[in-house]
């Protein structure tokens, strides 16, 4: 158990709907990332946070989103899903941007 | 920008033999750090070995130890006495030491371990 928990573990929606991902990081951890992971596929790199802050964006589209709250969780809002938009979730966190990251359990997320 | 290169989509070793897993990155940076994740049907990433790009010395984690070769950007990991439980998907990946610290992954190799 890494110390970082998301929630929903598993979720089917349909096309056009809209979600939202949530992260809890580890204890005391102030950046989050966000990493899609595709059917066979290594993790992408979507976006950063640190102690609320966006702090770099990776392969995100425009349907997507995300923020850091006051207590370091942090929701990624998927919205407008495509069939392509399935995938496996991850969330990680570290103490600071430079420190090694851990990786949560993912969200499997299905668009049917 | 940084890539990181598996050729090995999957790989097969007998059980309690050795097998080496193969990955090779681009960057120009010269600081940076390079790991290997585990990730088994659970889909749960686990960490299982990282190295320093400033060190020399290769890192060893019980079983597994890794062969960098920095100027060939170079950086295999070698399973000894594979277990059953070794069976996974591993992915080789790579952070940046300054900017965003993200990291960039292969696109992972299947191990399969055979009884």
Redesign the interface.
């Given at each position: 158990d890494?110390g970082v928990t998301q929630t929903p573990k598993h979720l089917i929606t349909a096309t056009g709907q809209r979600v939202t991902l949530r992260c809890s990081p580890r204890s005391g951890d102030l950046?989050v990332?966000w990493?899609q992971q595709s059917l066979?596929?290594?993790?992408?790199?979507l976006i950063?946070y640190y102690n609320g802050e966006e702090?770099?964006k990776?392969n995100i589209l425009e349907r997507f989103s995300a923020q850091q709250f006051p207590d370091l969780h942090s929701e990624l809002n998927l919205s407008s899903l495509e069939l392509g938009d399935s995938a496996?979730y991850?969330c990680?966190s570290?103490v600071a941007?430079?420190n090694?990251?851990f990786?949560g359990?993912?969200t499997?997320l299905t668009v049917l | 920008a940084q890539t990181?290169t598996q050729s090995q989509p999957e790989m097969s070793v007998q059980e309690a033999e050795t097998v080496t897993l193969s990955c090779t990155y681009d960057t120009s940076e010269s600081d940076y750090y390079l790991f290997w994740y585990k990730q088994p049907p659970?889909?749960?990433?686990i960490?299982v070995i990282?190295q320093e790009a400033y060190k020399q010395q290769n890192a060893t984690e019980n079983r597994f130890s890794v062969n960098f070769q920095k100027a060939a950007k170079s950086f295999s990991l070698k399973i000894s006495d594979s277990q059953l439980g070794d069976a996974a998907m591993y992915?080789c990946?790579y952070?940046e030491?300054?900017?965003?610290?993200?990291?960039?992954?292969?696109?992972?190799t299947r191990l399969k371990v055979l009884a």
């Open positions: 890494s950046s990332y990493y066979d596929q290594g993790l992408q790199f950063q702090r770099a990776g496996l991850f990680a570290s941007a430079g090694e990251q990786f359990p993912g499997r | 990181v659970s889909r749960q990433m960490l990282r992915f990946a952070k030491s300054s900017g965003t610290y993200k990291y960039i992954f292969g696109t992972g």
